[in-house]
C-alpha cells in the first residue's frame, strides 16, 4: 500500500545517515553452491537464433556487419540504446518476459537489417541457483555474467532496473520498474556483494516490499510479525521502542514497562510530551 512505501521509503533515508555504529551484516555464502556447473540454471534464449540469410552461393562477400547507436523497437516508437534494459519475450509466453541491459547493437544485413542486440541477462531470484529467498524482492533481479546475442525483434519493450536506493525512493513501482543490488555469477551461483546489511531480531536483508518499523533508541529496523504486531497496529505506532532498548534503559526508570511499550527508554518529560500529542 502506499503507506507503507512511504514508510520504506524513510527506512532508507534514515538508515544512509544513522546507523553507522551498529552495523550487522550477514553472508549470502549459505547459498547452496552445486559442485558441478549448473548450466541448466541459466535462462534459455528467449528466441531461436534467427534462421541464417539466404544467400546466394558463390557470392563470399558479406554485408559488413554494422554497429548501430539506436533501434527503434517493432511496433512501438521506442528507441533503445546501448546500456538501457529491455524485456524480452520468453519462447514459452506463459512466463514471465527476461530482463536485459542492451550492450551492443548491429545490424547484420544490409541496409540496417538483421537486428541483433548483444545483451547480458537478468536473473529474476528463481532463475538463480540459490532460488527465491525471503529477503528478495517482488521486482529484484540481477545483473548476471551471461551475455547472449539475440534478435532485435524479440525484444516488447524498454524496463526501468533501477538502483536499490533509487527504487526504494520511486513514489509509485510500475510494471516495467525493477531494481538490482547485486551482481550474480552464473555458473557458481556467488553474488557481488557476497555480504548484505541486516535488520531486526530475524536477522534478515532489507526486502524493499515489506513494511518495518524503526526503534527510536537503536534506530533498528523491525517487521511487524517479529515484534508481535499486525501490519496494521505496526502502521498507527507513533513512535516504537524495542524489546532490546527497553530492557536496556528501563531498569533505571521503574515500572512503565509494560504498556508504554512505544514510549520506554525516553525520558519522562518526553513520555508525557508524546502521549499528550497522542490524545
Ligand atoms: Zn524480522
Ligand atoms: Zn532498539
Not at 55 to 74: A, F, M, N, V
Not at 103 to 120: D, F, M, Q, T, Y
Not at 156 to 174: G, H, I, Q
Not at 242 to 252: D, Q, T
Request: hydrophobic share 25%; proline share 10%.
Amino acid at each position: 500500500s502506499h503507506r507503507a512505501r512511504e514508510k520504506i521509503k524513510g527506512a532508507r533515508r534514515a538508515r544512509a545517515g544513522s546507523r553507522e555504529k551498529k552495523k550487522r551484516e550477514s553472508s549470502l555464502i549459505p547459498i547452496p553452491i552445486p559442485s558441478p556447473p549448473l548450466v541448466g540454471a541459466a535462462p534459455p534464449p528467449p528466441n531461436p537464433p534467427p534462421p541464417p540469410m539466404s544467400k546466394t552461393p558463390g557470392k563470399t562477400p558479406r554485408t559488413p556487419r554494422r554497429i548501430l547507436e539506436s533501434y527503434t523497437i517493432k511496433g512501438s516508437d521506442g528507441v533503445i540504446r546501448p546500456g538501457d534494459s529491455v524485456l524480452m519475450k520468453a519462447p514459452d509466453t506463459s512466463k514471465p518476459p527476461y530482463v536485459a541491459k542492451i550492450e551492443e547493437i548491429e545490424a547484420a544485413g544490409p541496409r540496417g537489417a538483421n537486428v541483433k542486440v548483444k545483451v547480458r541477462w537478468y536473473y529474476r531470484p528463481e532463475e538463480s541457483i540459490g532460488g527465491r529467498r525471503p529477503f528478495h524482492g517482488e521486482k529484484e533481479v540481477f545483473l548476471s555474467d551471461h551475455q547472449d546475442v539475440q534478435s532485435a525483434d524479440t525484444i516488447e519493450c524498454k524496463c526501468n532496473v533501477y538502483s536499490f536506493r533509487d527504487y526504494t525512493k520511486l513514489s509509485a513501482v510500475n510494471p516495467e520498474d525493477y531494481f538490482c543490488r547485486f551482481e550474480y555469477k552464473s555458473i557458481t551461483g556467488s553474488f557481488v556483494p557476497d555480504r548484505i546489511a541486516v535488520f531486526c531480531k530475524c536477522e534478515m536483508p532489507y526486502n524493499p516490499d515489506d513494511l518495518m518499523i524503526q526503534c527510536e533508541e537503536c534506530s533498528d529496523w523491525f517487521h511487524p510479525a517479529c515484534i508481535g504486531k499486525t501490519i496494521k497496529e505496526a502502521k498507527k505506532l507513533e513512535n516504537f521502542t524495542c524489546e532490546g532498548c527497553v530492557a536496556e534503559n528501563g531498569n533505571g526508570n521503574g515500572v512503565k514497562n509494560e504498556n508504554s511499550h512505544e514510549s520506554t527508554g525516553e525520558s519522562d518529560e518526553k513520555q508525557v510530551q508524546s502521549k499528550r500529542r497522542r490524545r
